[in-house]
């Protein structure tokens, strides 16, 4: 399904607008909660029947017991060594469980649910040929976009970065993503046009907006090997102290005994050069290879940055360099997962809680 804002002069895109030809402009405006994303591409799952949160609860890696009405929470799909297969944001509304999906992966995740289905009374579509999602910034979207916001079944308040009931959080305080506050709600698909809204941001200023907010993704941060401690997702998609779920030995195993392999950083990059490097591209400690791109950016305040997943054991203070189409990027890191995200670093926020 192609975007009719494409037709908009400017636009650039495949099948919604990547941006209208002013990337670093309409990051501000968006940034500012002056304009709208048209996400398109991103997909919309029902779950309805009296058995879908209890069913829910018990596959994935968030608590839906009593989930209220309106409430947005985050949860992952997980393999049963506990790497990420999946992920989405849930709000239910009183009869039914609506999921947001990254672009691409409603299909698997739809399979996967109706395997995982048996005797539940759980019903399952997916309903993206009707909605067409868009976003804002802020706590709420801009004026422009009230009535539209309350006529959409749902809205979803993404709650990265806050720390959630039954989590912790790996990352720093203050959280670099703590100014951003995305909405998503619907609008119908076969009535969106360049008119809808005044103002458009592309996906290109909301992904420069999660970069800097380091707020994993699937298809950014998730490879083969990714455990949720890695990209500090314990902070809001995992319910550490619910019941058993597929992944959740590897998930208990890491936090309370070990440390994850890896770790996520934000690099600022020499902003000297040219190109920004590819997602993939290598990046190295010396003459060593110690992880590599997930995604990068040009930021309108910030510059060019990306994030990366690096070895955990890599010097936090040690200057990066970054494979980059013109040769060697130097890059400096702020950390997000420290070192120590784990069991040692659980024991040290006990100490501290009780005095120690």
Request: proline share 8%.
């Amino acid at each position: 399904m192609v975007s009719s804002l494409l037709g908009i002069p400017g636009a650039i895109g495949e099948t919604t607008p990547v941006h209208y030809g002013n990337p670093l402009g309409e990051q501000r405006k968006l940034a500012e909660g002056q304009a709208v994303v048209d996400l398109g591409d991103y997909q919309v799952i029902t779950l309805s029947g009296p058995d879908r949160l209890i069913w829910l609860n018990s596959i994935s890696s968030q608590d839906f017991l009593g989930l209220p009405p309106g409430r947005t929470v985050e949860s992952l799909i997980l393999d049963p060594n506990g790497h990420v297969e999946n992920r989405f944001l849930a709000v239910d509304d009183g009869t039914t469980l609506w999921l947001l999906v990254e672009p691409g992966a409603a299909e698997a995740l739809v399979a996967w649910l109706t395997r995982m289905r048996f005797r539940m009374q759980v019903d399952i579509d997916q309903v993206s040929e009707h909605w067409n999602v868009v976003a804002a910034t802020g706590e709420n979207p801009p004026a422009s976009a009230t009535s539209t916001t309350e006529s959409s079944p749902v809205v979803w308040n993404d709650p990265w970065p806050n720390i959630q009931p039954g989590a912790v959080g790996y990352g720093p305080e203050p959280h670099p993503g703590a100014h951003l506050r995305l909405t998503y709600w619907l609008h119908p698909r076969q009535e969106l046009t360049p008119e809808s809204y005044p103002e458009w941001a592309g996906s290109a200023a909301l992904d420069a907006l999660l970069v800097r907010a380091a707020r994993p993704t699937l298809h950014g941060e998730v490879d083969e090997k990714l455990l949720p401690h890695e990209v500090d997702w314990i902070r809001t998609a995992i319910h550490l102290d619910k019941g058993c779920y597929r992944g959740q030995e590897t998930v208990a195993k890491v936090h309370n005994l070990g440390h994850p392999p890896r770790r996520v950083v934000l690099l600022h990059l020499d902003g000297s050069g040219g190109e920004l490097p590819a997602a993939g591209s290598d990046v190295s400690l010396g003459e060593k290879t110690v992880g590599h791109i997930t995604r990068a950016v040009r930021h309108f305040e910030w510059g060019p940055i990306a994030l990366a997943l690096v070895k955990r054991p890599t010097d936090t203070e040690a200057e990066l360099h970054v494979a980059g189409p013109d040769g060697p990027i130097v890059a400096t890191q702020e950390v997000l997962v420290p070192q120590d995200a784990g069991a040692t670093r659980r024991e040290a926020i006990r100490q501290i809680r009780s005095g120690g």
